[in-house]
């Protein structure tokens, strides 16, 4: 059974740091990954999406990394900015759920200014 | 495009009464999903569609909960009855070919149920 966690829970840093947050998954057997973003009250945004044949994704300050192999991902924030406060969720489908997209439970990153 | 489009935004009941959600997808994008959100339990996948048509219900969670497509531009799911225990964040969602590509969610229903 695919199983998503995502570390830390939570994360507090100042403006202009950058940050890393991690994303790891059990089953390696997986088509893709995506990074969402979601702010209080609103649904998720999609920010990056990995093929599993793929090493990185990046937009802007963001960089998201995939080792299936090893069943991990992480997505670098450059440069914080207080407007990048939100709960950041990774997903994956893989070939044992086809169209389901297994969620990690996020992490909620406070930048403080 | 407008996105996805979910209303109502909030929906306030008391137990045991019908309870309807409804979703616009994104035009051209054959696939549908239907998620809900709750603390304890995160983001869950509980029915989707592949142009109109249901393809997998298993996390549907009891015969109370039932989902339709009628057209490629618009779905319900509906609750009946409701209980305390569905209160949660609907999230409808859509993509243009199913998870190998971007998925881009509604706004979401703030169910509670007295």
């Known amino acids: 059974k695919q199983e998503v966690t995502q570390i830390p829970a939570a994360l507090s840093v100042p403006e202009g740091e950058n940050l890393v947050l991690n994303c790891s998954f059990t089953d390696s057997a997986i088509y893709n990954l995506q990074w969402f973003r979601q702010d209080p009250g609103k649904g998720l945004t999609s920010l990056l999406l990995?093929?599993?044949?793929?090493r990185e994704q990046t937009s802007g300050r963001l960089n998201a990394s995939l080792d299936k192999s090893s069943g991990r991902s992480t997505l670098y924030i450059a440069a914080s900015q207080p407007g990048d406060s939100a709960t950041y969720l990774c997903?994956?489908?893989?070939?044992?759920?086809?169209?389901?997209?297994?969620f990690g439970a996020g992490t909620i990153l406070r930048v403080k200014s | 495009d407008a996105g996805v489009i979910q209303s109502p935004r909030h929906e306030v009941t008391e137990m045991g009464q019908e309870v309807t959600l409804r979703c616009k997808p994104i035009s051209g994008h054959d696939y549908l999903f239907w998620y809900r959100q709750t603390m304890m339990r995160g983001l869950e996948l509980l029915i989707y569609?592949?142009?109109?048509?249901?393809?997998?219900d298993s996390g549907m969670p009891e015969d109370r909960f039932s989902a339709k497509m009628p057209n490629a531009s618009f779905s319900t799911l509906k609750i009946q009855p409701s209980e305390p225990r569905d209160s949660a964040v609907y999230f409808c969602?859509?993509?243009?070919?199913?998870?190998?590509?971007?998925?881009?969610f509604g706004s979401g229903t703030q169910l509670s149920v007295l």
């Open positions: 969602a859509s993509s243009s070919t199913g998870a190998g590509e971007k998925l881009f």
């Open positions: 990995i093929q599993s044949s793929q």
């Open positions: 997903a994956v489908s893989s070939m044992e759920y086809g169209n389901k997209l297994v």
């Open positions: 569609f592949n142009n109109n048509v249901p393809i997998d």
